[in-house]
């Protein structure tokens, strides 16, 4: 099971330094006789009748365990993994560092002290990765649904059932995007789990996750629904299932089922300060999941399509900038040069509303939306644009492709009602930057300086009205009466910034 800490930085397991990331079980080995067993305290259960009114009783999921519990799978990796002290693969890496481990993680200096006594260079070396997940049969002759990192790196994998057979297995192809992979094994009259559409799940409804956390095999725990579509930091592509279903590590790939059985996605990753679970677990929707399996299946990979778009979220703040009805939407705070956006004529300061007929609420959904497309794919974008509903198409590109540096856009504005002194930017300058246009930051105060607009940032637009003069940025604040978006591009990265000035 993947970790994610409390802030957008992941947090990796302690244990997962010898093992897998996230799918790892209770005892890991790094190295030919070192050990280190990981103990956490058990969760707690909650029970839906402390809260629930009188008369309610919670779903029976006895007959549901007895009768799919079989198609649930423990998968068991090892192989070996490339380390190097410069890795740059987490906190905690580089200057003797642990790729992916946290240094405030108690196991941090007793792994780097291990670490430096195998090695003592800084070039490449491998060691031994070992770890465990979970997986689900989908079809009688060995066809099983599990995450992209439970498999990560694995050279064997092994895949162990209910009635304690075992099989070598076969992996058809891993997804990164999405975290999702396909194995077979050879064998038949297998049980499997029917699959069923995460389209159809709603908020609230009861859930059960099946696995093997911390290696306890064939482990049933129930919760419901918290919410779905669930944008997760690095996971634009899934528009993740949250539940409060208890899941750990060894749960990753594991089946998360409704009260009718069937399957409506695949438990992966977890919010967490401990590396155990708290209460904020998701899941990949079956419905995309199924999509990238076929895929694996016909062609052995995956692809997704790719718009060209740098997003942000839309604040209330901004939301009063570009004159939307509420703060809904992602804002184009850059476009890719020669990308699908670009020639189908998307600009910085654009706020797409819809995206082939789907509202845009969270600025996350655009990149679900996009990512579960195929390139080639036509994507009907509805805009808003200087407080004009437009819309536009693309032609999706692949996401696989060579993304080229995208272009630059931003904003400055006048001294008085933002607080900023501006010049012009010099020939040399703009060729630099790679702008037709902008305002150099010579010093900032009051309003824009408590947004986070600094000496030296170079002010692309305002409200999305390019601007080359200190009388084109107080044309538009005359216009203004609440606040007013910036478009700032510093050491070569663009954002909006919304400054209020009412």
């Keep these: 099971m993947k970790a994610l800490s409390m802030t957008p930085t992941r947090l990796v397991l302690a244990m997962a330094v010898a093992g897998l990331l996230g799918g790892a079980g209770a005892t890991f080995l790094a190295g030919s006789r070192a050990q280190a067993a990981i103990g956490f305290g058990a969760p707690v259960a909650i029970t839906a009748a402390a809260s629930a009114p009188a008369g309610f009783v919670a779903p029976d999921f006895s007959q549901i365990t007895a009768r799919y519990g079989g198609a649930v799978v423990n998968i068991s990796v090892s192989g070996m993994r490339k380390i190097s002290n410069s890795d740059e693969d987490g906190p905690g890496a580089g200057s003797g560092g642990i790729p992916g481990m946290d240094p405030s993680d108690p196991f941090f200096e007793f792994f780097r002290r291990f ?33 992209a990192h439970v498999v990560r790196d694995a050279q064997d994998v092994t895949v162990k059932l209910t009635d304690r057979r075992e099989f070598q297995a076969k992996v058809l192809g891993a997804d990164p995007r999405t975290d999702v992979a396909v194995l077979k094994i050879a064998a038949k009259s297998l049980p499997v789990v029917p699959l069923g559409k995460t389209s159809d799940l709603k908020v609230g409804e009861w859930v059960l996750a099946i696995g093997s956390p911390f290696g306890f095999e064939n482990s049933v725990s129930a919760g419901v629904v918290s919410a779905k579509g669930r944008s997760l ?106 990308s699908p956006a670009d020639k189908a004529g998307l600009r910085p300061g654009d706020v797409i509303i819809k995206a082939n007929g789907q509202a845009i609420v969270s600025s996350g959904d655009l990149p679900a939306i996009i990512g579960s497309s195929a390139p080639g794919d036509q994507a009907k974008l509805e805009l808003v644009r200087q407080g004009a509903r437009e819309t536009v198409t693309a032609t999706l590109a692949d996401a696989d492709q060579k993304v080229a540096k995208a272009a630059s856009s931003d904003n400055s504005a006048g001294k008085g009602k933002l607080g900023l002194a501006l010049r012009a930017l010099q020939p040399r300058e703009r060729s630099e930057a790679g702008l037709e246009s902008g305002m150099v930051v010579e010093d900032a105060s009051g309003p824009a300086a408590a947004a986070g607009v600094r000496l030296g940032d170079v002010l692309v637009s305002v409200n999305g009205m390019p601007v080359k003069s200190v009388e084109q940025v107080q044309a538009v604040l005359a216009k203004s009466d609440k606040s007013v978006a910036l478009l700032i591009q510093r050491d070569g990265r663009r954002i909006f910034v919304p400054v209020r000035i009412g």
């Design 233 to 338: 930091p690095d996971e634009s592509f899934v528009p993740f299932i949250q539940t409060d279903v208890a899941v750990n590590p060894g749960n990753s790939g594991g089946p998360l089922l409704n009260s009718r059985g069937e399957v409506v996605g695949i438990n992966s990753q977890i919010y967490s300060r401990t590396g155990g679970y708290q209460g904020l677990s998701f899941a990949i929707p079956i419905d995309l999941a199924t999509k990238i399996k076929d895929q694996i299946v016909a062609t052995g990979k995956a692809t997704h399509a790719r718009l060209g778009v740098v997003i942000q979220e839309v604040n209330q703040t901004l939301a009063d900038s570009f004159k939307l009805d509420k703060p809904e939407g992602a804002l184009v705070a850059s476009v890719e040069r020669g």
């Design 115 to 147: 670490h430096g006594r195998r090695g003592g260079h800084p070039g490449p070396s491998e060691m031994p990765i070992q770890g465990q997940g979970s997986g689900f049969i989908i079809s009688p002759d060995g066809l099983i649904m599990t995450n």
